[in-house]
């Protein structure tokens, strides 16, 4: 399996914005019926916070609803999340993968995990 690769995080302040993206050198990420955008915050679980389909239907976590928005580009074989207004609770890494499943309850990541890039959000 070739690895995803997670990129874009840093450290922003509160309130400012980042655009992470997740490419991989083969097609397999964009083979699945959707694509998510994963954090994993200290001490917590990785959870699911931003899913597209193959027929560009979007769905947000509560947590991140109205502030990040997820796209892809099909040519450059990439996926997307810009994250606005971003807090401290944002702090976490960032993951990206391939799922099956029809809602965001029901997403399963299919590949291998990348590294993920580290989002530190400071007051």
């Known amino acids: 399996q070739v690895p995803l690769e997670e990129s874009g995080g840093g450290l922003v302040h509160a309130g400012g914005s980042l655009t992470l993206s997740c490419t991989t050198t083969?097609?397999?990420?964009?083979?699945?019926?959707?694509m998510g955008w994963y954090r994993q915050a200290p001490g917590k679980e990785r959870e699911l916070i931003a899913r597209i389909t193959s027929s560009d239907r979007i769905n947000y976590a509560e947590s991140v609803k109205g502030r990040a928005t997820i796209s892809r580009d099909n040519d450059k074989n990439t996926l997307y999340l810009r994250m606005n207004n971003m807090q401290p609770q944002d702090t976490a890494v960032y993951y990206c993968?391939?799922?099956?499943?029809?809602?965001?309850?029901?997403?399963?990541?299919?590949?291998?995990w990348g590294q993920g890039t580290q989002v530190t959000v400071s007051s």
């Open positions: 083969s097609r397999s990420l964009f083979g699945f019926y959707a």
């Open positions: 993968n391939g799922l099956v499943g029809l809602t965001m309850a029901t997403s399963d990541p299919q590949l291998p």
